[in-house]
C-alpha cells in the first residue's frame, strides 16, 4: 500500500455539469495558429534559419547527415546552451559530425532542407514539418500542429503511428515501453511503480527516429495517452530546442545520442562485484539482549545517531570498537565466505570519515581504512550530501576534498545524493563530472566509478544510476524493478543498480533471495545498510537464504569474463540488460507483455521470480509466463532443453532456483568462482558451449582499472562454435591487443555439453596437435594438464553453508565435457578442440504419458470475465501432460492446470482463443471458444477534478496521485477533510 500524502484539507475543483474538460494545457493551445513561412537562409555550412511571416525565426541546426537540432526563441535569444546554475554540459565538447554540403530549397509551397540522408520539410502555409529518410522516401518524423508556446513552456505534436512503439525517458519505475502512456520527464522523489528516479529527457521510436530536449527543464512525453494517434513533446522553457535524429536499428539510435551526450562509462571491475554502505563514524551502539542485533562477541547491540552511552563506531576500530568498524565490515564478508568488491563507509548524514580536529588527520583516517581494505581485495568510496570540495566555516568532521581523498587515501567509488535531487540536474551533472575528471587526473589514471541518483542526459558519460530508496521484504519492490531497469538501458543509461532487498524492510527470506538471485545478471549490486531496522548483509537472514545468496554472488564472479564483455558492449551497443525485442522484434515483444524478463546478452535469458504464484512455507514457487523466442533454450540449472516460439508456464522454481535459460549455440567466457577482483584468476580462461550450428562470441578484456582502454588498451578473443551433426569444433583465435598487466601464458579450459560421452577428442594448439588424456575425477582434472573429464552430473551446490540443510540440496545439471589445455601465449596461437561423438538431447521432462488425446472444452464463463483479464476453464483430458493455448498468434505453453489467465487485455474487447492437450505421444486437434472483457470500471469517473493542500505533501506522494486513474492512492488519511466545489 502507498503512502498516503493528505495531512491536511485538500480543495478540489470538479468541472461543472455539462462542461467540456479539456484534457491538457497541451491539447487546449493546440488550435493556436503558426504563422506562415517567409523563407529560408543558409547561414552557415551547418545551419539554415528559417522565416516567419511575423519575423519570429527558428534554426535548423545539422549535426550529422541524420541529426537536426530546432531552435526557436520567441523572445529574440539566439542559439545557446541552456542554462545551468552550476555549469554543467548535456553534450560532450565535439557532438558534431560532418553533416556535408546542405541543400536549401524553396519550391512548391515548401521549405526543403537536405543533407545526404535525410531532408527537413516545412510547409509555408501551416510551418508543420516533417523529417524524411531519403533512402526510404518515408517522412519518419510528422508534425500535426504547430509548435505551442504557451508562458514558461512549449509542446510539439507529433504524429503517432498504429504499429510505432516508445522507449526511453531514463529510470521511469515499472514501465519500459510507453506506448498510449505518458511519461513525467523529472525526478518525482516518487521511488516506486510509476515514479521517476533520473530522468532522461530521450526517447526513441520503432519508426526509426530519436528525439533530446535540450534542456534541464522538466518536461513530460504523451505517446497517444491524452490523444491517440498523437505525440505530446513537452518542456517548462519558453522556447523550442532539441534534437532530432533518424537511424535504422536501435543500436544506431542510441549511439546518436551518445553521439550528443557521450558514450557510458565502462565500470570498473570491482563494481560488478556487491558493495556494502553505512555510516561507521557516527553512531553509538549499546547492549540491549532483547531488541539488539547480534555481533561477533555474542551479545547484542542497538544503534543509536545520538550518545546513548554506547561504544561509538570508527572506520579502523582504533578505539577499542572494531566490532562497530568498517575494517569488520571487510571481516565479516570474508568470514562468510561472501564476495565483496568495495565498501561505503559513510554512508550517512553527518557521518563524515574521522574523527580528529582536522581535515588533514581524517583523510589520514580514510587512508588507513583504504590501506586495508585494498589488502583485501576492495575499493573504497565515499557517499557526499552535497559539497566536494573544501568550505569555509564547515566542522572537520563534515569537511570534503575530494582531491585528497583521491590522492591521498585512495578514493576510488562515489555515491551521490540529497542536494543532487534537490538542487537540480545540473548541480548533479556538474557534481559527477568533477569526480569524472579529478579521479583519474589525481588517482593515477583511475577509472571513475560514481553512482548517482538524480540522472539526466549525460549522466552516464561519468557515472552510474540507481532508483533511490526503496522498502525491500516486499514483492512489489522487485517486480517494478524489472522493467525499470530494461528502460533505463533503452534510455542511454546501461548502468543501473538498486538496493539489495531495499534499503528499508526486509525479513522476508524469499523475497531476500530472490532479489539476490536476479541481480547476479545486473551490472551492479548495493547492500544498503544501517538505515533501517534490519541489517542488509547476504547472510543476515540464516540458512538457508546466506547459502543461497553466495551461491548467486559466486555465479556472478564466475561470470565476470562474460559481464565485462557485454559490459563493454553497452558502451556503443546493446545495453547488459536488454528489453527481449532487441534480439527478437515481433508484436509480443515490442509491448509490455516481457516487461518481466529480459536476455543478459546474447545468450542468457533471465525470467525472475517477482511474485508469489504457488509458494509453500519454504518459499518454493513457480513462474509462469516466460516467453522463450524461436531457437532452443537450455534450463541452466538442470540441463532441460525447451523449444522457443512460446510462452512457458508452471516453471518450477524452488527457493534456490532462478529461472535462467541459456541459448543453444552460446559461448560464455567463464572464470573460478572468487570473491573480489584481486582473486580473478590472470592465467586462465574458461568458456563454456552449448553446441548448435554456427556462432561466435568476441570476449572483451582490458586493466579493469584504469581509463587506459579508452586509448585502445584492450583485448578481443574471437571464440567460435560449430556443430554439424555429431561432429564439434570449437576455436579460439589468437587474442588481439594488449594492456598494462596482462598476463599472456594462460590455461584455456572447455567446458562443453552433452548428454553422453563423446567418442574421440583432438586438440590442437597453433600447428601443432595435443594429446588429452582421460581422467577419472574432478580432482585430477583439476591437478592435470592436456586432460579431459567427463562428468556425469556436474552439482551446482558448491558453497552452502557447511552442516546447513542447504549443503544436502542436490543441484545438478546434464553431463559435461571438461578439456584443459597447458598454458600458451594467447596473442600467438590459435587453440582448436575437436569432439567426435557428440549429443545433446536431454529427455523432456513435462512428457510422460503416451496415447491419442481429445481436445480440451474450455470455455469463459461470467465470472471469470474482467474488465482486463479473461480466464477460460476446463474438465481434465485423461493423459494430458500439459495444456496449449493459442491466443493473437502466440502459443502459451506447459499449461498444468485446467484453469489459464490472460492479463493486460483492452475493455470490451472480443478474443478469440485455440485449446489442445499435450503429451510424448503428440498433441490433439485444437478446439476454439471467445470471450470478450468487461466495461472499464473507471468508465463514469469523473474527468477533470483537480487538488491542491495547503502544506507540502509526503515525497512521491503529490495529492494529483489521488486523481490519477491509472496510480491512484489507496486510502485517505484519519482525520483529513477532502473538500470540492464546481467550476
Not at 555549469?87 to 509551397?109: C, F, M
Request: aromatic letters at 12%; one cysteine or more.
Amino acid at each position: 500500500m502507498w503512502a498516503l500524502a493528505l495531512t491536511l484539507p485538500v480543495c478540489l475543483a470538479a468541472p461543472a455539469a455539462g462542461a467540456t474538460v479539456p484534457f491538457s494545457p497541451i491539447q487546449a493551445a493546440v488550435g493556436q495558429q503558426q504563422p506562415l513561412v517567409s523563407g529560408a537562409t543558409l547561414l552557415n555550412p551547418t545551419t539554415v534559419e528559417v522565416l516567419f511571416s511575423n519575423q519570429q525565426r527558428m534554426m535548423l541546426d545539422f549535426y550529422g547527415e541524420n541529426m537536426v537540432r530546432f531552435f526557436q526563441d520567441n523572445a529574440g535569444g539566439i542559439v545557446r546552451d541552456p542554462e545551468a546554475v552550476p555549469p554543467a554540459q548535456i553534450l560532450v565538447d565535439r557532438p558534431r559530425l560532418n553533416p556535408g554540403t546542405l541543400q536549401l530549397e524553396d519550391e512548391q509551397g515548401k521549405i526543403t532542407v537536405r543533407t545526404p540522408l535525410i531532408a527537413v520539410e516545412i510547409d509555408k502555409q501551416s510551418g508543420l514539418f516533417c523529417i524524411r529518410d531519403l533512402a526510404s522516401g518515408k517522412a519518419v518524423v510528422e508534425e500535426t500542429a504547430p509548435v505551442q508556446f504557451t508562458g514558461q513552456q512549449v509542446t510539439l505534436t507529433l504524429k503517432e503511428n498504429p504499429d510505432e512503439y516508445f522507449y526511453g525517458g531514463g529510470v521511469q519505475n515499472g514501465r519500459f515501453s510507453h506506448k498510449g502512456q505518458a511519461i513525467e520527464i523529472v525526478n518525482t522523489n516518487q521511488w516506486t511503480d510509476g515514479g521517476v528516479a533520473s530522468p532522461t529527457p530521450f526517447y526513441w521510436s520503432t519508426r526509426g527516429y530519436g528525439m533530446m530536449g535540450y534542456t534541464f527543464a522538466p518536461g513530460k512525453y504523451d505517446f497517444g495517452a491524452s490523444r491517440p494517434g498523437t505525440v505530446l513533446l513537452t518542456h517548462d522553457t519558453p522556447y523550442l530546442d532539441c534534437f532530432f535524429w533518424l537511424d535504422d536499428t536501435p543500436v544506431s539510435l542510441l549511439n546518436s545520442f551518445y553521439q550528443l551526450t557521450g558514450h557510458p562509462v565502462l565500470l570498473p571491475k570491482f563494481g560488478f562485484y556487491e558493495g556494502h554502505l553505512n555510516a561507521y563514524n557516527r553512531d553509538y551502539w549499546k547492549e540491549d539482549a532483547e531488541k539488539g542485533i547480534l555481533f561477533e562477541d555474542g551479545k547484542k547491540y542497538v544503534e543509536s545517531q545520538k550518545d546513548n552511552g554506547g561504544i561509538k563506531e570508527s572506520l579502523n576500530g582504533e578505539k577499542n570498537n572494531y566490532q562497530f568498524s568498517a575494517r569488520a565490515v571487510i571481516d565479516r564478508y570474508e568470514a562468510h565466505d561472501m564476495p565483496l568488491g568495495w565498501i561505503l563507509p559513510n554512508d550517512g548524514y553527518g557521518a563524515g570519515y574521522g574523527q580528529t580536529e582536522t581535515l588533514e588527520g581524517n583523510v589520514e583516517n580514510l587512508k588507513s581504512l583504504g590501506d586495508y581494505a585494498r589488502q583485501k581485495g576492495v575499493e573504497i568510496g565515499l557517499w557526499t550530501q552535497s559539497d566536494l570540495h573544501p568550505k569555509k566555516g564547515v566542522e572537520a568532521l563534515l569537511q570534503r576534498d575530494i582531491v585528497r581523498e583521491v590522492r591521498d587515501a585512495g578514493v576510488r567509488v562515489l555515491k551521490t545524493d540529497v542536494a543532487w535531487v534537490g538542487t537540480g540536474y545540473s548541480f548533479g551533472l556538474n557534481g559527477v563530472a568533477d569526480v569524472g575528471e579529478i579521479m583519474p587526473y589525481y588517482g593515477k589514471n583511475a577509472r571513475p566509478f560514481i553512482i548517482s541518483l538524480d540522472g539526466w542526459a549525460g549522466t552516464q558519460r561519468y557515472a552510474g544510476i540507481w532508483s533511490g530508496d526503496q522498502t525491500g521484504g516486499e514483492w512489489e519492490y522487485i517486480r517494478f524493478h524489472i522493467p525499470t531497469y530494461i528502460c533505463s538501458g533503452l534510455s542511454g543509461q546501461p548502468n543501473i543498480t538498486s538496493d539489495m532487498d531495499g534499503i528499508f524492510g526486509g525479513k522476508n527470506v524469499p523475497v531476500n533471495v530472490r532479489d539476490f538471485q536476479w541481480k547476479t545478471f545486473t551490472p551492479m549490486q548495493l547492500n544498503m545498510d544501517g538505515w533501517g531496522a534490519n541489517p542488509k548483509y547476504p547472510h543476515i537472514l540464516g540458512e538457508p537464504a546466506a547459502s543461497i545468496n553466495r551461491m548467486y554472488l559466486k555465479m556472478k564472479s564466475a561470470f565476470m569474463p562474460y559481464a565485462y564483455s557485454i559490459a563493454r558492449e553497452s558502451v556503443d551497443g546493446k545495453p547488459m540488460i536488454r528489453a527481449m525485442f532487441l534480439d527478437y522484434p515481433n508484436g509480443y515483444t515490442y509491448g509490455p507483455a516481457t516487461r518481466y524478463q529480459f536476455l543478459y546478452g546474447p545468450f542468457v535469458l533471465v525470467a525472475p521470480v517477482y511474485c508469489n504464484t504457488e509458494a509453500d512455507e519454504q518459499g518454493n514457487d513457480i513462474r509462469n509466463g516466460i516467453y522463450l523466442p524461436e531457437g532452443e533454450w537450455v534450463d541452466y540449472f538442470t540441463g532441460d532443453k525447451y523449444t522457443g516460439g512460446r510462452i512457458i508456464n508452471n516453471f518450477e522454481a524452488p527457493l534456490w532456483k532462478l529461472p535462467v535459460f541459456i541459448k543453444m549455440g552460446a559461448i560464455l567466457p567463464l572464470t573460478k568462482e572468487h570473491n573480489n577482483v584481486s582473486q580473478w584468476p590472470k592465467d586462465l580462461r574458461i568458456y563454456e558451449i552449448h553446441p548448435q550450428g554456427k556462432t561466435s562470441f568476441v570476449e572483451y578484456d582490458d586493466d579493469g582499472t584504469t581509463e587506459a582502454y579508452r586509448e585502445g588498451y584492450s583485448t578481443v578473443t574471437r571464440i567460435s562454435s560449430e556443430q554439424e551433426g555429431d561432429k564439434v569444433t570449437v576455436t579460439i583465435e589468437p587474442t588481439e591487443g594488449m594492456y598494462d598487466g596482462m598476463v599472456k601464458e594462460r590455461v584455456t579450459e572447455l567446458r562443453i555439453n552433452v548428454t553422453q560421452a563423446p567418442k574421440s577428442l583432438v586438440a590442437r594448439i597453433g600447428k601443432k596437435s595435443v594429446k588429452l588424456q582421460a581422467v577419472s575425477s574432478r580432482e585430477a582434472f583439476e591437478q592435470g594438464t592436456d586432460v579431459y573429464y567427463y562428468e556425469e552430473a556436474p552439482e551446482l551446490n558448491r558453497f552452502a553453508t557447511q552442516g546447513s540443510d542447504f549443503a544436502s540440496v542436490q543441484i545438478r545439471k546434464n553431463p559435461v565435457v571438461h578439456v584443459k589445455l597447458h598454458a600458451v601465449d594467447v596473442t600467438a596461437d590459435r587453440v582448436q578442440v575437436e569432439m567426435k561423438g557428440f549429443a545433446f538431447a536431454p529427455a523432456d521432462r513435462l512428457l510422460k504419458q503416451t496415447g491419442a488425446l481429445q481436445a480440451p472444452q474450455a470455455r469463459i464463463t461470467d465470472e471469470n470475465a474482467g474488465a482486463y483479464t479473461l480466464t477460460p476453464t476446463w474438465e481434465p483430458v485423461p493423459g494430458a501432460d500439459y495444456y496449449e493455448i493459442e491466443s493473437e498468434g502466440m502459443i502459451y505453453s506447459t499449461i498444468r492446470q485446467n484453469s489459464f489467465t490472460f492479463e493486460d487485455l483492452k475493455v470490451e474487447t472480443d478474443y478469440s482463443f485455440r485449446i489442445r492437450s499435450v503429451n510424448a505421444s503428440g498433441a490433439s486437434e485444437w478446439s476454439s471458444f471467445s470471450g470478450k472483457t468487461k466495461s472499464d470500471p473507471l468508465e463514469f469517473a469523473i474527468r477533470g477534478i483537480k487538488g491542491e493542500t495547503s502544506c507540502p505533501n509526503q515525497p512521491g506522494q503529490p495529492v494529483r496521485r489521488l486523481f490519477n486513474s491509472t496510480k491512484p492512492m489507496l486510502g485517505i488519511p484519519n482525520g483529513a477533510r477532502l473538500l470540492y466545489r464546481s467550476i
